[in-house]
């Protein structure tokens, strides 16, 4: 396919190689709409940069060859066995349903594939990648269900993904549902998504990258891997382990965080992961935490703490790091003023006025650039002359930065907070003097007994 405008609408391919290629030439304001077969390379391809596409109720199967009113008889019932069943081994071995390279805006809705080596593969063209909405997508019967290799800056969502994988092979890299490979630099949040049937020795695999889940339900899952990547799981259901063995491995420098998700048992190995089953997104917070946050993701998670987006002559604004969602300060260009601020405000009562003298305040930034950053807060300390009062503004902490390109953790304790939002108006600010801003991933403040 070449050119802006293609459609394709209620067309059956039987058995094609490769089905529709919107990847080898730039097709803006394409159109696909029911459009069936039983490609055996590659089904649907988009790529190029084209812009505004939409693939739209597409389905692959087997079944649209074999039992084609004119198929040859032998095809079906030929020596050695079924000739669905050697499609269907060859299918699973060598079939990419559907492929997305570098594309933006692209509206994918109601897909399905049955029996493919990979369901759904995100690629990578020149650095780029697809950006836009999936909503829908189903693979079953598949050796990899959904695969991410590449992003688009403008990001990507995906809605009501469904996926079933067949019986373990010899490969203890497939099957599996939903995997980040080792050069994906992106964040991706899949919405209300249902791992089905089957038996993955994988349901989640980052090796780069953050994959997060939120309202999954894990009805029968093989083991969830962060190998070297992130896995964040909120308000997730895990029904049934497959496995007797390790259900969490977390390898090479991975993370696993859990928030709203009972574990009950779960093993892991290789680290421990972050589970914070009291912090409900959207929802008011109980009482008696003894721990706030905010992690900075494309949309704020707020669990008792906010990041103000304006902050005097900058603003912030999300951004990926190395792989992981978090904000940043940026400033207008006309602005020459140095450094920049970001202001934290604190909307949990019990941490209010004073009530959590004594706290730990972390923060998780990417090191990034010279220069130092300063934790201020709205403190107790009569003895600091704050220009809002005594104690305001007074300096928790100083960290230099080194520009080692690598998320750190910054903490500090204080035992005088007040957080009776004196920095103007606001509880805690991160004052970062260096040229450019870097990027800040979350704020945890903890009490301390």
């Known amino acids: 396919m070449r050119g802006a405008g293609i459609y394709v609408i209620n067309s059956t391919f039987l058995n094609p190689y490769y089905l529709a290629d919107f990847s080898s030439y730039r097709c803006d304001d394409h159109y696909l709409d029911y459009v069936a077969g039983a490609p055996l390379r590659t089904g649907i391809s988009v790529g190029k940069g084209s812009k505004n596409g939409e693939v739209r109720n597409a389905m692959f199967n087997g079944h649209y060859w074999c039992r084609a ?35 933006e805006n692209e509206l994918q809705f109601e897909n399905f594939n049955f029996n493919s080596r990979i369901g759904l593969h995100f690629i990578t063209e020149g650095g780029n990648g697809a950006s836009g909405f999936v909503l829908g997508h189903g693979s079953d019967y598949t ?6 290799d590449g992003v688009g800056k403008n990001g990507l969502v995906l809605v009501n993904t469904e996926c079933d994988v067949d019986e373990p092979g010899q490969s203890a890299d497939e099957p599996g549902c939903f995997m980040a490979g080792k050069g994906f630099k992106s964040a991706v949040t899949l919405y209300n998504t249902m791992f089905w049937w089957g038996k993955p020795r994988f349901s989640v695999k980052a090796q780069s990258g953050t994959l997060r889940f939120e309202l999954a339900h894990f009805n029968q899952y093989g083991q969830i891997r962060a190998e070297g990547g992130r896995i964040e799981l909120v308000n997730v259901y895990l029904n049934k382990s497959h496995y007797g063995d390790t259900e969490f491995v977390i390898e090479n420098g ?27 997104y959207g929802f008011p917070l109980p009482e008696g935490l003894k721990e706030i946050s905010v992690t900075l993701d494309r949309i704020q998670k707020k669990a008792g703490i906010y990041l103000g987006e304006s902050a005097d002559f900058s603003k912030n604004v999300p951004v990926v790091k190395d792989g992981r969602a978090a904000w940043v300060g940026v400033k207008e260009p006309d602005i020459k003023r140095k450094g920049y601020y970001m202001y934290f405000y604190i909307d949990y009562p019990e941490f209010k006025d ?55 953790t910054v ?28 990027a800040v991933a979350s704020m945890k403040i903890s009490k301390v007994e």
């Open 254 to 280: 991975g993370s696993i965080q859990t928030t709203g998700c009972q574990l009950f048992g779960t093993r892991v190995s290789g680290g421990k992961v972050d589970s914070r089953f009291d912090a409900h």
């Open 411 to 438: 903490e500090c304790t204080v035992k005088d907070a007040l957080f009776s939002g004196r920095c103007n108006g606001a509880d805690l600010r991160l004052n970062i003097v260096p040229e450019e801003c870097p």
């Open 143 to 148: 050796k990899m269900g959904v695969v991410f």
């Open 69 to 103: 009113p004119y198929q040859d008889k032998n095809f079906t019932e030929g020596k050695g066995g079924s000739g669905l069943a050697s499609l269907l081994k060859y299918q699973n071995e060598n079939l990419e349903a559907f492929v997305f390279g570098y594309c």
């Open 354 to 408: 004073g009530k959590a003298p004594s706290v730990a305040i972390s923060v998780d930034y990417f090191d990034e650039g010279a220069g130092y950053a300063e934790i201020v807060y709205d403190s107790s300390d009569e003895l600091v002359k704050g220009p809002n009062g005594p104690g305001s503004w007074k300096l928790a902490k100083v960290f230099k930065l080194t520009d080692s390109k690598t998320w750190k």
